[in-house]
């Protein structure tokens, strides 16, 4: 398993290209920037996606949609959620 | 000008490497499908990141709708209810339901589900400019400049709209084939009349000189 800021990289490089933010680079994302509305502006299909994310790419799969609120805050939390729940 | 009468303001049409509006080729480019979208959408110096989301036949729609909405926009005068839209084609989301059919065999994607229904176009546009008038896509096997013409008609005579966008966005083997039409009923409004003859006469023209 990578280490935090490795992990934070990679889920941006992740992010933008399931996500097809074309027009964003891994550096316009902060670590602690919001994911939906303000911030990176993701919109609720998004929210579906970043769940196929984790289930594909990381095995987890979230026990509640109330669950995904905090998970999916930032890319800091979502790092932390992947490194407490990865096997 | 007559009060009441319907024009076609502007037309716009997207076929094999060029797009022409109002009878003029603007925009060519030697890349097909979406690198030709892509290409379009550069070029039209559009900045709406949404695009890159799209499937093939919203951003064919996008595109054209761009196009066809210059210089109308800075003066647009209707309401969001005002304005409508009517479209066709003969693929319906054929595009996006192959991508999706292949994604699934991995992951079912949520991104790529949204856009299997052709009428998704209509709520792309809808969300960008903030249309909210009547609207409509039908399928049919070519473009049916008769149908369009008269459903456009009723919604405009029944008061329903004042404005349409309408006539025929198609994808299919990831090439765009459109042509879309301004139509407009104000005492401003300036065009051909909006009769099913000249929407044949635009649809039908060669434009690949």
Redesign the interface.
């Known amino acids: 398993m990578k280490n935090k800021q490795e992990l934070i990289l990679h889920l941006k490089e992740q992010i933008i290209k399931q996500?097809?933010?074309?027009?964003k680079k891994p550096e316009d994302i902060g670590d602690h920037d919001p994911l939906f509305v303000e911030g990176l502006g993701l919109d609720s299909?998004?929210a579906?996606?970043l769940i196929?994310l984790l289930?594909?790419e990381y095995h987890i799969k979230l026990k509640n949609a109330e669950e995904g609120q905090d998970v999916f805050r930032s890319i800091d939390t979502m790092a932390d959620y992947i490194l407490e729940h990865s096997v | 000008m007559e009060q009441g009468r319907i024009y076609i303001t502007s037309a716009v049409v997207l076929r094999n490497g060029v797009m022409v509006k109002d009878g003029s080729v603007i925009f060519r480019a030697p890349e097909k499908g979406a690198a030709f979208l892509q290409a379009a959408y550069e070029h039209l110096g559009i900045d709406y990141?949404r695009f890159?989301?799209m499937d093939l036949l919203s951003k064919a729609g996008t595109v054209a709708v761009d196009m066809l909405l210059r210089v109308h926009l800075g003066a647009w005068a209707y309401r969001p209810e005002e304005t409508g839209m009517v479209l066709s084609n003969r693929n319906a989301s054929i595009d996006a339901d192959v991508q999706y059919l292949e994604a699934s065999k991995?992951?079912?994607?949520?991104?790529l589900f949204?856009y299997t229904l052709p009428n998704i176009v209509i709520g792309e546009i809808s969300i960008r400019y903030k249309f909210k008038g009547e609207n409509a896509f039908f399928i049919s096997e070519t473009f049916d400049a008769d149908w369009i013409h008269w459903y456009v008609t009723d919604l405009v005579q029944r008061g329903l709209l004042k404005a349409c966008i309408c006539g025929w966005i198609d994808v299919m083997n990831e090439q765009p084939d459109g042509c879309l039409f301004l139509v407009e009923q104000a005492p401003a409004a300036t065009g051909q009349l909006f009769t099913a003859e000249n929407l044949w006469d635009i649809y039908n023209k060669d434009y690949e000189m």
Request: charge should be negative; hydrophobic fraction near 35%.
């Open positions: 996500l097809k933010l074309e027009d299909i998004d579906l996606e196929v289930q594909q | 990141p890159y989301k991995a992951y079912p994607s949520p991104a949204v």
